[in-house]
């Protein structure tokens, strides 16, 4: 299962704050110049992210701009899909001036390490004591490692949580127990299930829970383990909620494409809980786009088995890396470390937690995540210890070989059996095979 | 004298000049004709024919197209042997002839039976050529939306009015590994009548009148005057459709992405979307180059076949 230390985000941010301070000094007595160089309070930065601007990069880069007045930044959205990952793509390969980019899932940002389009900053890291939870030698692995070097840094750690329609659970008089496992949580979906509401949107994530980093491949990588029994547990619990209506038919998911818009069923009452993380709050506070007129409450994920250690399905994210090809390397170091110090203040509001927190500012993070309408729209006292639990262990994979297309081997092959195309057992063979050729076309 | 023997002597110097002349001003239209071609030509050569090259290029490497030009390593035929073995190529190449093969002749027979339909005295034929003609010119993401809610399982309309008539079952249809394909030809045969029954209605428009009063004249019925005179008459229309539907099938993309994603399953995964998935999902640049080079033969053999085809029998060959 790995290591089961964990990192507390909130011993990271202490002086970081001061570090864009620091680098400013340090690029001023020329002791740090990468290879791109240039002065590290004066050039023109160019930053890339998916991210809409006005959903806080405007706000931060106003912010460090005021701070930095000699430093000038760009901010280019591009939309975190194929088509906008392969624009980013070309543009750092064909020399577009990119200083600073955002990387969104372990499989981007290792191609994008491996076409060497990423600028090593491990030895940047360890000279920041207030980076040290991302240094490549850190436990708990709080960071993406390549070779023993840093590429990156996750700006976002979002914690996996379940949310729940407390109305619902209050009309039916359920008390969720605080070490509740997904027994509990298929029984009181089941109770949740009336009419045309059902209990849960889908089945938690099981396998993730229980293998946490890595969770598709066999030691070193050059096998899949997809007949582990946590996969075909996983699956079995999927099917049967799906079975007994507590969760929606997967027909529907698919035909409503609620995958992608889950917040809509979720608000307008088609089902009363569901495993997700702090961006879906941004929606519950959104009572003009999705009016509702119920109170949500917020519960850790429940254990896969009870009393057990687990994994959290959350997810480090936002991985924030600096241009190899960048001419402005120091400058673009300040506004890297600028922006980590500063998610937690202007990114939350497009529903971003940072991973690095300021004990003294949780209070004012959840009041801009929860937004204005909190204390009708939310359980307020139920989001604290979930959002900022440091007892919580988020996996970070370190396999990348063929990733996407296992998730998607994965994704499509669950669909066939939740359609009732295939059953559980065909699901272990086939996934296996298939994932097995895909780690081997790497 | 010498003045004579200048004036004799001078028509043989200047005799060229008008040759040169007549070749200038036959090189002048040319030139202005290529100028005319040209931001065509450009295009064509930039976004067309240099991609294509660079396509079979890329089709024997192994590329991954985040490395650059330095990532590409030249592997000969190994990706297409590794196509002729791929299980998943073979079942999209299949999917693809379903796909194509019953959306091209549904289109172009209810395309047909349309314009015969709106070349007679219907009241309000303008209109109604309009309505027809609309599917065509709207975005495929607003056909795919509509036709999203319309196959609804639950509660579509199409279902709702089949429980109406009595079906108990009716089909999930997109999302159904069964119905995925034939509902994604539906909807493209729906979207592609109102074209064909255009291009056709304007065939049968410029139509000699005569051809058809003889037949009339000379007792042929309906049927035979339409399988006499009106389809071989037809028979360019019919190719041109033929061709150019066949083309813009096999790399029918849009809707399938939107709708299904090659779902559920790999059942809706025809030929573009294996070649994007591979490609801009998996970053094999080279596979997919191999998969596209593959479909290019192949839809240039169908064509090959098509023109043979209709060699010889319209009206006017």
Same mark, same amino acid.
């Given at each position: ?78 939309v ?220 850790p ?31 673009a ?40 309408e ?5 359980d307020?006292d139920?989001f ?33 059996v ?8 065909q ?5 296996k ?10 | ?27 002048t ?27 079979l ?36 190449? @299949? &999917? %693809?002839? #379903? =796909?194509?093969?019953?959306? /091209? ?6 395309? $047909?039976? *349309?314009? +015969? ?10 209109? @109604? &050529? %309009?309505? #027809? =003609?609309?599917?065509?010119? /709207? ?5 795919g939306? $509509?036709? *999203?809610? +319309? ?10 009015? @089949? ?20 509902? +994604? ?18 065939a ?15 007792g ?7 399988t ?44 573009s ?14 596979y ?30």
């Amino acid at each position: 299962m790995g290591d089961f230390s964990r990192f507390s985000r909130r011993t990271v941010l202490g002086g970081l704050a001061a570090t864009a301070g620091a680098a400013v000094l340090a690029g001023c007595g020329g002791t740090d110049a990468g290879p791109g160089g240039g002065s590290p309070d004066s050039g023109q930065l160019n930053v890339w992210g998916g991210v809409p601007a006005e959903s806080g990069p405007d706000d931060l880069i106003a912010a460090f701009q005021k701070e930095h007045p000699g430093i000038t930044v760009t901010y280019t959205r591009y939309v975190n899909d194929d088509s906008g990952n392969l624009k980013l793509d070309n543009s750092l390969q064909g020399g577009v001036p990119i200083d600073l980019f955002f990387s969104y899932g372990a499989g981007r940002i290792s191609k994008r390490v491996n076409a060497g389009l990423t600028l090593d900053i491990t030895d940047k890291v360890k000279e920041t004591p207030e980076l040290a939870p991302f240094a490549a030698d850190a436990s708990p692995q709080a960071n993406y490692v390549f070779d023993g070097k840093i590429h990156t840094v996750p700006a976002a750690l979002s914690p996996g949580f379940v949310l729940a329609n407390a109305d619902l659970l209050d009309d039916a008089g359920i008390e969720v127990p605080e070490d509740w496992d997904v027994n509990d949580y298929h029984e009181i979906a089941t109770k949740l299930s009336r009419g045309n509401t059902h209990g849960s949107f889908v089945a938690p994530e099981y396998a993730r829970m229980v293998l946490g980093p890595d969770m598709y491949y066999a030691e070193g990588g050059e096998a899949s383990r997809i007949e582990d029994p946590a996969f075909r547990t996983g699956l079995e619990l999927s099917l049967a909620m799906q079975n007994d209506n507590s969760t929606m038919p997967k027909q529907e998911i698919l035909a409503q494409k609620l995958e992608t818009f889950s917040q809509s069923a979720f608000l307008s009452g088609r089902f009363a809980m569901m495993a997700t993380q702090a961006y879906m709050l941004r929606y519950v506070a959104d009572t003009k786009e999705y009016p509702h007129d119920f109170t949500v409450r917020a519960f850790p994920l429940p254990a896969p088995i009870k009393g057990q250690e687990h994994w959290n399905a959350g997810a480090y994210g936002d991985l924030l890396s600096i241009s190899q090809k960048s001419q402005q390397q120091d400058a673009a170091w300040t506004f890297f470390t600028f922006w980590l110090a500063n998610a937690g203040t202007y990114m939350v509001k497009g529903g971003r937690l940072p991973s690095v927190v300021d004990p003294a500012k949780t209070d004012d993070i959840l009041d801009s995540l929860l937004g204005e309408e909190k204390e009708t729209l939310y359980d307020v006292d139920s989001f604290k210890p979930v959002l900022f639990d440091d007892t919580v262990k988020v996996p970070v994979d370190t396999i990348y070989t063929g990733a996407t297309e296992i998730e998607q081997i994965v994704k499509k092959s669950t669909d066939q059996v939740l359609l009732g195309d295939m059953t559980v057992d065909q699901w272990v063979t086939d996934v296996k095979k298939q994932a097995d050729a895909a780690i081997k076309k790497g | 004298m010498a003045v004579d023997t200048v004036t004799a002597t001078a028509p043989p110097a200047a005799a060229p000049q008008p040759k040169r002349r007549n070749r200038r001003s036959r090189r002048t239209p040319t030139r202005v004709g290529w100028l005319f071609i040209l931001p065509n030509v450009l295009g064509f050569v930039a976004f067309t024919l240099i991609p294509l090259i660079a396509g079979l290029g890329i089709a024997f490497t192994d590329w991954n197209v985040v490395s650059g030009l330095s990532g590409i390593d030249f592997v000969g035929l190994k990706n297409f042997q590794v196509l002729l073995t791929d299980t998943k190529f073979w079942e999209s190449v @299949l &999917r %693809t002839l #379903f =796909f194509a093969g019953i959306t /091209v002749p549904g289109t172009m027979i209810l395309g $047909v039976l *349309l314009a +015969l339909a709106l070349n007679r005295d219907v009241p309000g034929k303008i209109a @109604l &050529r %309009t309505i #027809f =003609f609309i599917p065509h010119i /709207v975005s495929s993401i607003a056909v795919g939306m $509509v036709w *999203l809610l +319309l196959l609804n399982p639950q509660s579509g309309v199409v279902n709702l009015g @089949l429980g109406r008539l009595g079906v108990s079952d009716p089909p999930d249809w997109l999302v159904s590994q069964t119905w995925g394909l034939p509902s +994604l030809v539906l909807i493209s045969i729906w979207s592609g009548v109102g074209y064909c029954a255009i291009i056709y209605l304007a065939a049968l428009q410029s139509m000699p009148p005569d051809l058809l009063e003889a037949a009339k004249l000379d007792g042929a019925n309906a049927f035979q005057r339409f399988t006499t005179v009106i389809w071989p008459a037809l028979m360019p229309t019919t190719t041109f459709l033929a061709v150019t539907m066949l083309i813009s099938h096999s790399q029918g993309f849009g809707l399938i992405a939107f709708l299904t994603g090659g779902g559920p399953g790999d059942s809706t995964t025809v030929l573009s979307y294996y070649m994007y998935s591979e490609g801009f999902q998996f970053y094999r640049f080279g596979y997919a180059a191999a998969i596209g080079v593959m479909s290019f033969i192949g839809v240039l053999i169908l064509t090959a076949i098509l023109w043979r085809f209709q060699k010889g029998r319209g009206l006017y060959t």
